[in-house]
DNA sequence: CCCTTATTTAATAATAATTATCTAATAACA
DNA sequence: TGTTATTAGATAATTATTATTAAATAAGGG
């Protein structure tokens, strides 16, 4: 289902500015800012304003189609969610991946019993040195 | 080691602010922000100010027996490190608890391999309704 | 034990991220 | 096409965090 349907199921308008800024998200790998996506955006769209963007993000987050990242520093990163995946940040360059690894049901249903929590998602975070900057030390 | 010789260790002097603030984190369970803790301390030093909450917060952080914990809301939140350990955040009532399980050797291996990343730590937060706010529903 | 000095505290201002407010614009539907 | 509720955009407000600076203080040498 893409954005169009999800936004009309919930009685929510079908407007230019979420539609981009999802696309953005779409294609783009970087799991970027709200700020990045502003300006990604601002060339486009000359009118976007930075507040929009915020809105947007709030709505598509709840539409359950991005998430939010919070993986340090103080300000929030954002990604499409295809499926659950966990993500790594390099310590030097500051670069977000998304990693191609799942946690086991296993450790899942490990986290239910011994939390007796209802659990409903989860976000996991590495944190290393990338190839790239550690040739480059 | 306790906290006065990793501090002499690194050159810092040992103030009672420090001291109190490390207790603080030590003898509660509830994960506080920093004006939580600033809060908690303040009856017993009145002069303490955010500021040094803050700042302290960063030094423990460098000496490594305390960290940060990033688990959305918009506030960061802090936990001494006896080991690494999993959270999980109640979505209802806000609680954060720790989690007695752990990533196995095999999920952290095949993360460095496909990442490629030289990995030093993560962090695995999980979200969902605890017991009591299920009950109370 | 006191003095000196570099470090730290505390108060305050500054910055940065995010949210709220309010008016003009616009998507949806009759 | 017109009406209306929703949304965008501009801006102000709020919140978390960091920087600045003068006064206070811990640590080591005499």
């Given at each position: 289902m893409g954005l169009e349907a999800v936004l009309?199921?919930?009685?929510?308008k079908v407007t230019p500015q979420r539609l981009a800024i999802y696309e953005v998200l779409k294609n783009c790998n970087m799991h970027p800012t709200a700020e990045t996506i502003y300006n990604i955006i601002s060339s486009d769209y000359p009118t976007m304003s930075l507040a929009t963007v915020y809105k947007t993000l709030d709505l598509l987050k709840e539409t359950?189609?991005?998430q939010?990242?919070?993986i340090g520093g103080n300000?929030?990163?954002y990604d499409v969610i295809p499926k659950p995946h966990p993500h790594i940040l390099c310590t030097k360059c500051g670069k977000i991946e998304n990693m191609d690894?799942?946690?086991?049901?296993?450790?899942?249903n490990k986290a239910k019993r011994t939390s007796g929590y209802d659990?409903?998602?989860f976000q996991l975070y590495f944190f290393g040195v990338c190839p790239y900057c550690r040739n480059s030390e």
């Open positions: 009309r199921d919930m009685g929510c359950g189609i991005i939010e990242l919070n300000t929030s990163r690894i799942s946690l086991s049901k296993n450790l899942v659990i409903q998602n």
